[in-house]
């Protein structure tokens, strides 16, 4: 399975960015997607999780009511729509699917970098 990020970029403090994580490589809808971030010498935080019925979603506080998370089931893509952007939200963005088919998986994707300036 292989999990590939892409949308991040370079962009100023207000601004928007569309995240975009698509899946290939799995024969099943996974059951939990979510977004994490990271920087420099911190652990990694949840931004968002969704449920594979694409109903309940879980936010972290700093991003809530400024970023939406959605999936596309068919398409086997997630996404993260990213409004009001901070430079605190400045990170790399990871693409996670987790969940349990005949033993637990987790999978990751590579990052994808976002930067917002002030």
């Known amino acids: 399975v292989q999990l590939v990020e892409s949308g991040g970029g370079l962009v100023q403090a207000g601004d928007s960015l569309r995240l975009s994580c698509t899946a290939s490589g799995s024969t099943f809808t996974f059951r939990k997607m979510g977004w994490y971030r990271q920087t420099p010498g911190k652990q990694r935080e949840l931004v968002a999780d969704?449920?594979?019925?694409?109903?309940?979603?879980n936010y972290a506080d700093s991003v809530k009511g400024r970023f939406t998370i959605s999936r596309d089931n068919a398409k086997n893509t997630m996404y993260l729509q990213m409004n009001s952007l901070k430079p605190e939200d400045t990170a790399v963005y990871y693409c996670n699917a987790r969940g349990n088919r005949a033993g637990p998986y987790d999978y990751w994707g590579q990052g994808t970098q976002v930067t917002v300036s002030s």
């Open positions: 969704i449920m594979s019925g694409a109903v309940s979603a």
